[in-house]
């Protein structure tokens, strides 16, 4: 497998407080699929940190696509262990099929002030080995 693309992004918690204070379920329901929303935190400063690097570990996706979708259509899932896993659905998941990606790998972690993820995309072979593509 080789790399497609790379995203990262940081989010502050602070700011992302605010917002969510704002906007509430309203904007966890635009970010959060049904089964992210399973994850929730009973605790304020764990479900910040939750929604976060969630919200961190979509736009890491966006940018490692080149391209945007909409915020449901990634899924982030934990293993077991707590591992960050992407699902992808509807035209993100056609998109990366059109553009050969076979898997993408996120990572996740979080601060007192920050959370933070980085998104990997993956393609079973290299585009330069193509013939358009050749130097």
């Known amino acids: 497998m080789v790399t497609s693309g790379v995203g990262i992004d940081l989010v502050d918690l602070k700011r992302l407080g605010l917002v969510w204070q704002r906007w509430g379920s309203h ?5 959060l699929t049904s089964e992210e929303c399973r994850g929730r935190h009973r605790n304020t400063r764990a479900y910040l940190a939750f929604l976060g690097g969630r919200f961190a570990a ?3 996706v966006f940018k490692a696509l080149e391209r945007r979708f909409a915020w449901r259509d990634i899924v982030i899932h934990s293993t077991s262990a707590g591992a960050p896993r992407v699902a992808l659905r509807g035209s993100a998941e056609t998109a990366a099929r059109r553009a050969g990606i076979t898997a993408i790998l996120v990572s996740i972690s979080h601060t007192r002030n920050h959370a933070v993820a980085q998104a990997t995309a993956l393609r079973d072979h290299d585009v330069s080995e193509c013939s358009e593509f050749a130097t």
Do not use: C
């Not at 904007?27 to 970010?31: D, G, K, S, T």
């Open 27 to 31: 904007f966890e329901r635009r970010i």
């Open 58 to 60: 979509k736009e890491a």
